[in-house]
């Protein structure tokens, strides 16, 4: 959504999971809720049409504030190429999606996952100083975390486990707390903030939408501060 009286970021989406089509689509659904497979089946309702025509419109309104880049099994030598070239056209901010997806180099194939990631996360690093612009990188957490006996646990560094930890600035993890599959509650954890803050803020999920909103908390901004600070990496 627009900020007021903020010039808008130019953003450069690198999707090398799903297609920029599948990636619209998906802020589509965000923004109208409409079932993605009813929509691929073209069994919408004529309100449904005029919303999902309206969001279309919203989104080619802003094409020049997003631009897309989803060439697959990218090594990241191409993708230093594909940001700087980007950011000729003058994106200011990046998001990669996601961390798996980047095919290390030929000389890399023998080492281990933890290194590659390593080497692949300290480089995006030096992309944003060589750039200077911020990139958002997403990536899979450790599936443990979810089958922890103690659901109301803090996450920590440890469940990045191979992740590439040690170069970001900032680290949030995003967690559904679950009943028989059933979603009771949605958190925002901090663990990692060089500049700021490390914590977990409690959040409403809308499914239908893919989206997250804010909730009333009992803190004034919904933050809960670490009470233990579990970082283990530099």
């Not at 450069?12 to 998906?26: D, P, W, Y």
């Not at 480089?123 to 975390?145: D, G, T």
């Not at 006996?149 to 440890?158: C, F, M, V, W, Y």
């Amino acid at each position: 959504k627009p900020i007021p009286n903020r010039k808008p970021h130019k953003v450069g989406f690198i999707t090398l999971e799903m297609s920029a089509k599948e990636v619209v689509h998906r802020f589509v659904q965000i923004e109208t809720g409409i079932d993605p497979i009813r929509l691929e089946q073209g069994k919408v309702t004529e309100k449904e049409i005029k919303e999902f025509e309206k969001s279309i419109a919203f989104m080619d309104s802003k094409k020049e504030n997003l631009i897309f880049e989803d060439t697959p099994e990218m090594n990241i030598s191409q993708l230093r190429q594909k940001i700087r070239k980007m950011v000729a056209e003058g994106c200011d901010f990046f998001i990669v999606d996601q961390l798996q997806q980047i095919q290390p180099m030929q000389s890399m194939a023998n080492l281990s996952r933890h290194v590659i990631y390593d080497f692949i996360t300290y480089r995006l690093k030096a992309f944003c100083r060589e750039f200077n612009v911020p990139i958002f990188l997403a990536h899979q957490l450790n599936r443990s975390a979810d089958q922890s006996q103690n659901k109301t646990s803090e996450l920590s560094l440890a469940n990045l486990n191979e992740g590439g930890e040690r170069a970001a600035d900032a680290i949030l993890f995003i967690r559904h707390e679950k009943k028989n599959q059933e979603i009771l509650s949605s958190w925002f954890h901090w663990v990692k903030n060089r500049q700021g803050r490390k914590g977990r803020k409690k959040v409403e999920f809308i499914g239908q939408h893919i989206l997250f909103k804010d909730t009333e908390d009992d803190s004034p901004d919904g933050f809960k501060e670490n009470q233990e600070h579990e970082e283990t990496a530099p």
